[in-house]
């Protein structure tokens, strides 16, 4: 069965702080992997993607890493600020479909305080 | 910023009443998609379409319905609400060529759907 899991659940930390978010997946044939922030509310917007090929990606403060072997993606945010409190959301895709089916986590609930 | 918009953003209602939601974009995607996701949940695909006068269930079993008459217009309508069909309803759109986009889909904002 394809899943896609998330920890933490939820996280605190102090604005400014450095933070680590972690995905593991069993979706198959793997296409790619995405980390999208979805803040409250609204919908989910991309942050990052990954292919197979690839074991890292930046995007400014966030940098995803992948291991395809483990399948395992972490999501690093640097430097913490307030507007950083969102879901991060890791989204799986597979490359068995025409509809180009997307796999989501639960989420990673992250709040920064001042 | 994506085109892609839902209305209303937010919907309080009552038991058994007729309600259409809303989602229109403007990217000329031929690929549209509707999720519904509850609070701390993984979004769950209820219905999608491949093109104008296609439309297909997604996963999660739903009792809402949608058409695709124009390319640009992606409508869900629920028949009768009820209270079990309180959500957050998320409408995305991805361009056809999968091997460009890498599957990206775009989301709009969301309804938040209440049914008393």
């Known amino acids: 069965k394809n899943q896609v899991e998330q920890s933490p659940q939820s996280l605190i930390i102090l604005e400014g702080k450095n933070c680590t978010l972690q995905?593991?997946?069993?979706?198959?044939?793997?296409?790619?992997l995405r980390w999208y922030k979805q803040d409250t509310g609204r919908g989910p917007v991309s942050l990052t993607i990954?292919?197979?090929?690839?074991n890292t990606k930046s995007n400014g403060r966030y940098t995803a890493t992948l291991d395809a072997d483990t399948k395992q993606s972490s999501l690093h945010i640097t430097a913490s600020q307030l507007s950083d409190s969102a879901s991060y959301i890791c989204?799986?895709?597979?490359?068995?479909?025409?509809?180009?089916?997307?796999?989501f986590g639960r989420g990673t609930q992250l709040t920064v305080w001042p | 910023e994506a085109d892609i918009y839902q209305t209303p953003r937010y919907l309080v209602i009552g038991t058994g009443k007729k309600i259409t939601l809303e989602c229109s974009q403007t990217?000329?995607?031929?690929?549209m998609y509707w999720y519904q996701q509850d609070p701390g949940m993984e979004l769950h695909l209820i219905h999608y379409?491949?093109?104008?006068?296609?439309?297909e269930k997604g996963d999660l079993s739903s009792e809402s319905t949608v058409s695709r008459i124009r390319t640009e217009h992606f409508p869900l309508t629920l028949e009768s609400a009820r209270p079990s069909h309180t959500s957050q309803y998320l409408c995305?759109?991805?361009?056809?060529?999968?091997?460009?986009?890498?599957?990206?889909?775009?989301f709009g904002p969301g309804t938040r759907l209440t049914v008393l």
């Open positions: 995305a759109s991805s361009e056809s060529d999968l091997r460009e986009s890498y599957n990206e889909q775009f």
């Open positions: 995905c593991n997946y069993t979706v198959s044939p793997f296409s790619n």
């Open positions: 990954m292919t197979f090929s690839e």
């Open positions: 989204v799986v895709s597979d490359r068995g479909s025409t509809l180009g089916r997307l796999y």
């Open positions: 990217m000329g995607h031929d690929k």
């Open positions: 379409s491949y093109g104008v006068n296609s439309t």
